[in-house]
Structures are given as structure tokens and as C-alpha cells.
DNA sequence: TCAAAATAGTTCGGTATCGAAATATATGCA
DNA sequence: TGCATATATTTCGATACCGAACTATTTTGA
């Protein structure tokens, strides 16, 4: 947004505050690319990773649903990484519209080696602010998340 | 990220913070795609338009820092707005390693026919908050951000 | 003064994302 | 039972975005 934007003192700060939203979302999700970049692995692959080795063989509709993401998306992340040895895809038995998706030996040693710096990375970041600060950032987050949907 | 992980009550605070600060901002950017969509414009093309009518023709590199984007980006994104007849593009003459990017009379009247709708549709998700939750809200984001850079 | 370094943009190859439309399968209801 | 509808995924065409390598131009410094 322009920052030259005359309204009132209202529009002012709503618009200052979508402005810092998106910077602080920017900002903390650039420094976990470049984090991931020498992995060869993208945010959305590291995602899936993540959500498979915490929850366990999902389907692409699971997968994108814990993304915020599209389910036509799903395709081309887990060509990818299928691609890739990640994953392997099969389908269910019970629907067969369904696919399952699950982690290989490497997708999850993969994950293991990259998710400790992951996660230190993480506590970096948030560690600029105190951990009452965090709790009441949290708090404002999640209701202004909630309003939205 | 997963839900499961099992960490110090620490860093499960900055983990869920983490998480919440990037659903907010999802949740946020997704409306205003969706609104946008219309228009038949991406958030990329709006934050050009929207920069270039309240500080005028501006280079490629400006654009980019504007957006936290890399130049090479903005390449394709100007193509496509010139494609569209949105913006012109020209040397400058006295650098001429530089491109101005300019509006258009199109883009001009686009943009003002597009932006009150935008501007009322960050307000109304804004308003989510009190306007003194927003002030700190903007706060702490900031706090955060800068800590990053 | 002129070659090396810096800067602005583009091109290339690859991934991610979307919406719309297609395909395959499952479910529900008359 | 059988057709209409719903659901899961894929395909298609388009845009956005990245890093790396490239071209053109300007600036710097010996």
C-alpha cells in the first residue's frame, strides 16, 4: 500500500496494521526460505513434509486444507516431491477417489535433519519479543484470523 | 506446521505464534484476492498500480523494494500489466540502464475504481479489532519485524 | 583514461499458485 | 435400481516468484 494515502485517523492505523501484517509475514517466511533453500526443499514442501510427519499418510485434500491452499495445488507440490523420493502416492482402497500420500525413509530422515534448525530458526525469530508479548500477539492474531472467516 | 509437536511450553508459544501469524496474514490476502479477482488483477498488479498512483512513475528496482520482491520478478509483472494496457514503460534518460514504469490513463482510472471497495474491505477485517488492539497489534508486528531485518 | 567493479534490467529453467473444466468414483434419493 | 449430485483428484492455461547467469550501462580507482 502507498504510504502518501490521506483518510482519516481511522483508515490510518487499519491500513498501517495490514501493511505491518503482511511485512511481519514477509519478513519471518524469507528467512525460512533461505533456510530451506539449501535443502532443496520450497515452503509448501516442507509443509507437506511436516504435516505427514506429524500426522501420518494424508490425502491431497487433507494436505491442502492444512495449507490454506488448493487441492489442484496439491498435484503439482506432490509431483514434486514424489519426484524428488519424498513421497509415495497410492490410492486408497476403501474410496478410490482417493489418494494417500506418505512419507518415504527419505522424506522422513529429510525432515529429521531439517526440522531442529527449522525450528531453532523459529525460536530466533520470536525471541525478538518477550514471551508475554508473544502470548498477546498471538492472542490479536488469532482474533483477527477468526473475524476473517 | 504440525499441531503435534511436543517441545517446552517456550517453544510452543513462538511455534503457535508463528503459525497464527502466518494464517492471519493468508487469511487477510485471501480476501483481498478474491475481491481483486473481479478486476481481473493479482495482488502483485495492485501493489504496482497502487504504488505508482500515489508516488508516481517509478523504476523496476523501486517496485521490487517496495514489494519485498526481487527485480526479476517485476519484469514479468510489468509485462503483463503493459500487455493489458495498465502501464508504459520507458528509459530514463539520464541513466539509461533504468526503466521508468509509468500508469497509464487505464490504469489510473482502474485503480480509482478499484481502490474504495479495497480500502473499505481492509477496514472492515481490520475492525475485527478495537482500535486500540490494532495500535498494539501494529506494535508488536513491528517490534517483530524489525527484529528480523 | 581505461579496465574492473557495481548496478539495472532481462532471460531462463523451475516451482507454486489459482480458477475453470474434465475425469473418476461414490452417495443419495425417487 | 439408476440417474442426479457430490466429492477427490487431475489437467490446462495463466501469473507470480525465485536464483543464476546474462547484457547493457555507469561508476570507480589506479
Known amino acids: 500500500m502507498g504510504t502518501k494515502y490521506n483518510g482519516s485517523d ?3 492505523v487499519a491500513l498501517d496494521l495490514f ?8 519478513s519471518v517466511n524469507r528467512r525460512m526460505l533461505s533456510r530451506l533453500h539449501s535443502s532443496n526443499l520450497t515452503i509448501a514442501q516442507f509443509g507437506v513434509l511436516d504435516a505427514l510427519y506429524h500426522l501420518g499418510a494424508l490425502t491431497h485434500g487433507e494436505l491442502a486444507k492444512k495449507h490454506l491452499r488448493s487441492p489442484n495445488n496439491m498435484t503439482s507440490v506432490i509431483d514434486t516431491m514424489e ?3 519424498l513421497v509415495t502416492r497410492h490410492r486408497s ?11 518415504t525413509e527419505k522424506g522422513r530422515s529429510l525432515f529429521e535433519e531439517v526440522w531442529p534448525g527449522h ?5 530466533d525469530s520470536m525471541n525478538t519479543l518477550e514471551p ?3 502470548c ?6 488469532k482474533k483477527l ?3 476473517l472467516n
Open 136 to 141: 498477546q500477539l498471538a492472542r490479536l492474531l
Open 93 to 103: 482402497i476403501e474410496d478410490r477417489r482417493v489418494i494417500l500420500v506418505e512419507l
Open 119 to 123: 525450528l531453532s530458526a523459529i525460536l
Open 132 to 134: 508475554q508479548e508473544q
Open 145 to 147: 484470523g477468526t473475524g
Open 10 to 12: 481511522e483508515e490510518k
Open 19 to 26: 501493511i505491518k501484517l503482511n511485512r511481519a509475514g514477509d
Open 83 to 85: 519426484r524428488s523420493g
